[in-house]
């Protein structure tokens, strides 16, 4: 930070805060518009218009402002974004600049009906996801000091997994009246099964931290629950292939693999609710770890919203109408962590305010 950023931050006032803000913001923030997204695309199919509507705004408010947030960090603290980026516990979080720009655009054309907006977010998506794949993997790679398993990995880097099924998601949405190109649907194919990759090959590792490494309560944060979250987005993704499989002729020779596979990552995610509910009550029950606002319990919020399209898309793929009933009674549940959550924020950023007022 150079000399008059320093005397900059330290001036009362709006423009400081927000300097603040930018300098110190979470690289996952944006699971605030993949939270959003999701939900609000959940309460669309379920129904829950009036619900599903507000959220578009909301996300779209959000999506802006964190864009805005990260352009300033960009341009004032540029070394805090390459810290960040080989930093193996805050540079997963990137790939929510993926993840948020594809669950928008599917929440832009599922909710909202503008197809152009969201075709637009899904090259936007397209390119930030080889940027931040690639950028993320060679970072943390060729660091000369890495942390031990235990203090370097989460639930959050299954968020890689997550922006890849993204892409799907968005391009299996926008596909559904014109079949895309072959060559897209190819893609759309190869990128769900890097995402089932990806999750494939993270999960073991994080698999083996939580039962082979001691764990204390503040080890396991809310991106744990992303453990469920990906797997959810990869039955969504596996799910809209396949009712996509009558017009898309690349799927036609893939159908029977979609479909075990596509059950199985449904499977693995209702596995890990139960422990995942578990493990939280012991860390806020049991250790009376304090529930407080903070960033990643949108990663928290994230899945269950997911979890409830997942399984709706599921039972509409294979023509299994009695689980429809999981996501009717889920939703519910989707919706008040969202609430809560929002509501948190809405408390940090009064507090702030009030905070820069008091200075002014």
């Not at 907006?117 to 890495?146: C, D, E, N, P, Q």
Request: aromatic residues 14%.
């Amino acid at each position: 930070m150079t000399v008059a950023t320093h005397a900059e931050a330290r001036q009362p006032g709006l423009l400081p805060l927000l300097a603040e803000t930018a300098r110190d913001l979470f690289p996952g923030y944006f699971a605030l518009v993949m939270a959003t997204g999701v939900v609000s695309i959940a309460c669309q199919l379920l129904g829950l218009r009036v619900i599903a509507i507000p959220l578009v705004g909301i996300a779209w408010v959000a999506y802006l402002m964190l864009w805005g947030l990260t352009a300033a960090r960009v341009v004032l603290f540029p070394h805090r974004i390459a810290e960040d980026l080989s930093n193996h516990q805050r540079a997963p979080g990137f790939f929510t600049l993926v993840a948020g720009t594809c669950v928008l655009g599917t929440q832009t054309a599922v909710v909202a009906g503008a197809q152009g907006v969201a075709s637009a977010l899904w090259y936007l998506g397209l390119g930030l996801w080889f940027l931040v794949m690639y950028a993320f993997f060679t970072a943390v790679t060729i660091r000369a000091r890495k942390p031990t398993l235990a203090a370097g990995i989460n639930g959050a880097w299954l968020i890689a997994a997550v922006a890849t099924q993204s892409i799907v998601v968005l391009k299996g949405t926008l596909g559904a009246a014109v079949p895309p190109p072959v060559e897209i649907q190819f893609l759309c194919l190869a990128f769900f099964m890097i995402g089932s990759m990806l999750y494939l090959a993270i999960i073991p590792l994080i698999f083996y931290r939580l039962t082979f490494v001691r764990l204390s309560a503040l080890d396991f944060g809310p991106p744990y629950w992303i453990n469920m979250g990906a797997v959810a987005i990869t039955t969504l993704a596996g799910s809209i292939l396949l009712l996509r499989s009558t017009t898309w002729p690349v799927l036609a020779d893939f159908v029977p693999f979609l479909r075990g596979f596509t059950l199985f990552f449904w499977a693995a995610a209702t596995w890990w609710i139960p422990f995942l509910i578990a493990l939280t009550l012991w860390r806020y029950l049991i250790r009376r770890e304090p529930l407080r606002y903070e960033p990643t319990l949108w990663g928290m919020v994230f899945p269950l919203g997911m979890y409830t399209t997942g399984t709706l898309q599921l039972s509409r793929a294979l023509d299994l109408p009695f689980l429809a009933a999981v996501p009717a009674a889920f939703i519910h549940l989707a919706l008040f962590a969202w609430g809560l959550t929002f509501l948190g924020l809405l408390g940090r950023i009064a507090s702030s305010l009030l905070r820069a007022r008091r200075h002014v």
